[in-house]
């Protein structure tokens, strides 16, 4: 065996070593791909599940919020009063906005409207909510309508037919006095 044996023989070592190293370098991306692919479709069907179990519970509530059975009671009185909370924080947000929902449309009705321009409902505005645990304190009710500064209008080439107010751009009624723009 001569120096040209020793290194074919190293050189076949280290070819075989490179090769087994390329495949179970292969083997393993393969198997951390086919794993990665697993997972989400793992983490796919549990999003379904619970979006199904969130359907339910939506589902359950619609058909028995007037009366829950006792396991379910304080959940539901939860959300019944969780929403009655929310709809509060609207009105509150809206009438920091110096608006209101219109009790006939539901349309943003802007405060010094007397009249909704979307359906011709008469406007009257409320008072800002009281919020428990939120703006209750004597000390923290701010009344908003009564820091208003009522901007100026630009001018509108519209004016109304019944009492000749001037008339924003799209409107089906006018906001003082009712009438509605032909």
Same mark, same amino acid.
């Given at each position: 065996?001569?120096?040209?044996?020793?290194?074919?023989?190293?050189?076949?070592?280290?070819?075989?070593?490179?090769?087994?190293?390329?495949?179970?370098?292969?083997?393993?991306?393969?198997?951390?791909?086919?794993?990665?692919?697993?997972?989400?479709?793992?983490?796919?069907?549990?999003?379904?599940?619970?979006?199904?179990?969130? $359907?339910?519970?939506?589902?359950? %509530?619609?058909?028995? *919020? !007037?009366?829950?059975?006792?396991?379910?009671? /304080?959940? @539901?009185?939860?959300?019944?009063?969780?929403?009655?909370?929310?709809?509060?924080?609207?009105?509150?947000?809206?009438?920091?906005?110096?608006?209101?929902?219109?009790?006939?449309?539901?349309?943003?009705?802007?405060?010094?409207?007397?009249?909704?321009?979307?359906?011709?409902?008469?406007?009257?505005?409320?008072? $800002?909510?009281?919020?428990?645990? %939120?703006?209750?304190? *004597? !000390?923290?009710?701010?009344?908003?309508?009564? /820091?208003? @500064?009522?901007?100026?209008?630009?001018?509108?080439?519209?004016?109304?037919?019944?009492?000749?107010?001037?008339?924003?751009?799209?409107?089906?009624?006018?906001?003082?006095?009712?009438?509605?723009?032909?």
């Amino acid at each position: 065996m001569g120096f040209m044996d020793n290194v074919k023989g190293f050189a076949a070592k280290v070819g075989s070593a490179v090769e087994n190293g390329a495949k179970s370098v292969s083997d393993n991306s393969k198997k951390m791909a086919e794993k990665s692919k697993v997972k989400r479709e793992i983490s796919q069907l549990e999003t379904e599940m619970n979006n199904a179990y969130l $359907a339910i519970g939506k589902k359950y %509530f619609e058909l028995h *919020s !007037a009366s829950p059975e006792a396991d379910y009671e /304080e959940s @539901v009185n939860t959300i019944l009063k969780d929403t009655e909370r929310i709809e509060k924080f609207r009105l509150l947000l809206a009438s920091m906005e110096d608006k209101q929902p219109c009790s006939g449309c539901g349309a943003e009705v802007s405060r010094g409207q007397k009249f909704c321009d979307k359906c011709g409902a008469k406007v009257e505005f409320a008072e $800002a909510p009281i919020i428990e645990g %939120f703006n209750d304190q *004597s !000390a923290a009710v701010v009344d908003v309508a009564a /820091e208003v @500064v009522e901007e100026e209008a630009a001018p509108s080439p519209a004016f109304c037919s019944g009492c000749g107010a001037a008339l924003d751009a799209g409107v089906k009624f006018c906001d003082k006095c009712g009438t509605k723009v032909e």
